[in-house]
């Protein structure tokens, strides 16, 4: 037997793109605070789990909708299985829901799949 050479390492590049950088994951409740009820801008809650169909759709459809803001508006990803305190502290009882949040305040919300259009004009109420 001939040994094989080890694999490559795995390296991990960060992208630049405006659906990068207008896009995270939730990492803790301080992280939420710091992030989503401090931030000046408004910010695009999606709460998700792994094992949500729906989610799956969503998701991606609303990263890109909010890149397509310019930074006008963020998107926070909190998994409900890993930040179960969020979702009882903002009553999500179904996922995927997404709250639209300005100064630290849910001004909007809804459940389930939307549309691009839908979507759209979600995002343009909560920018103004």
Known sequence: LVPRAPPAPYHRTIGTSAGCRSTFNVQDD??????????PKPVVVDFHARWCGPCKILGPRLEKMVAKQDGKVLMAKVDIDDHTDLAVEYEVSAVPTVLAMKNGDVVDKFVGIKDEDQLEAFLKKLIG
């Open 30 to 39: 301080r992280d939420f605070q710091d992030r989503v009820v401090n931030n």
